[in-house]
């Protein structure tokens, strides 16, 4: 069964330093509110087509970037929140949505094949068969002896490709951290409906460390950390997307509310002033970004 607390090890958030915790909640706030932005630009009919939101799930990027700033990125399709979480640019991530060439992959990647080599960061984007930057990161992690982390949905993880890449990795002892970001849904089909077995004993079978746990973003940038220098190794990592496969309708709330129970526990420890702060910070400076004088300059409306 689901929940917000599978394998979340508990009072972590105590010992983390009180800048890491806030510099993590302000990069999920970044990508909460930059798609607030990409959802009320869809409504006012600036951007025409449907986008894939990161929203529900951005406290894993928001910690894995954290907690390993300098891997490469192989990115799947829903990747807003990677590529913000790493330092991006959310102007050029606005750009790249309305298909203009100052977008991050020069107007030409849209919401779902986003290319990055700019201000440190080194994403690899999706292009079009889900998993497929399994393999490829593997390859790139083997080319470079760098280490590469991989995103990918818990569909994509049923792909056989990723499965033999994993394989590859272990035998050759590569710097891959894969992470699985599992919202339980292939489009509209659960995994439960899919499949009886589960990739994190898969993976672990195949002999790497593998572990399973909800989105608690303190759990993953601890558990993150300390597989840092036990490569390769998976993730599977339980979390909720917000809207639709494709576009920001939903089908109800989601199973569970990761931002206001990481709001909840930040300010059980004291810190509520601040969180407030970064998070009206964040709403103005998005809104900013999105705001329909600039989106009407920009389409020349
Ligand atoms: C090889 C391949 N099969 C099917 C598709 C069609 N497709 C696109 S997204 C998707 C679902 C992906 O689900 P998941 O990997 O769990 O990621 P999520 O969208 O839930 O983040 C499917 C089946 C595809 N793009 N590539």
């Not at 986008?51 to 910690?63: F, K, R, T």
């Not at 919401?111 to 790139?140: R, T, W, Y």
């Not at 810190?271 to 004088?293: F, H, L, S």
């Amino acid at each position: 069964m689901r929940s917000a607390d599978i394998g979340v090890i508990k009072g972590l958030s105590k010992k983390i330093d009180k800048a890491v915790l806030l510099e993590i909640f302000k990069r999920i706030c970044k990508i909460k509110y930059f798609e607030q932005g990409v959802i009320d630009a869809g409504k006012d009919s600036f951007l025409t087509y449907q986008v894939y939101l990161s929203s529900g799930q951005e406290s894993i990027p928001a910690a894995v970037s954290m907690a390993i700033p300098e891997f490469m990125i192989f990115a799947q399709h829903r990747c807003h929140g990677t590529y913000l979480a790493w330092g991006g640019y959310p102007e050029k991530l606005r750009d790249e949505l309305l298909g203009l060439p100052t977008g991050v992959s020069g107007g030409k990647a849209g919401s779902n094949c986003l290319q990055c080599f700019d201000n440190g960061i080194k994403m690899f984007g999706h292009h079009g068969l889900i998993g497929e930057n399994v393999p490829l990161g593997v390859g790139a992690a083997l080319g470079s002896g760098k280490p590469v982390v991989c995103f990918f949905g818990d569909g994509a993880a049923e792909e056989d490709y990723v499965f033999s890449a994993m394989g590859f990795a272990v035998t050759h002892k590569l710097p891959v951290l894969f992470i699985c970001e599992d919202n339980n849904l292939s489009i509209l089909t659960k995994v439960k409906e899919r499949r009886s077995w589960s990739v994190a004993k898969v993976a672990g079978a195949l002999g790497m460390p593998a572990f399973e746990f909800s989105d608690d973003p303190w759990t993953i940038y601890s558990k993150t950390r300390e597989l840092k220098t036990s490569l390769p190794a998976y993730l599977n990592i339980f979390t909720c997307r917000q809207y639709w496969h494709v576009g920001c309708g939903v089908d109800g709330p989601p199973e569970w509310d990761r931002f206001s129970i990481v709001k909840d526990e930040l300010s059980k420890l004291g810190y509520k002033k601040e969180i407030e702060e970064t998070e009206n910070n964040m709403k103005k400076a998005m809104g900013r970004v999105w705001d329909q004088k600039q989106l009407q300059k920009l389409l020349k409306k």
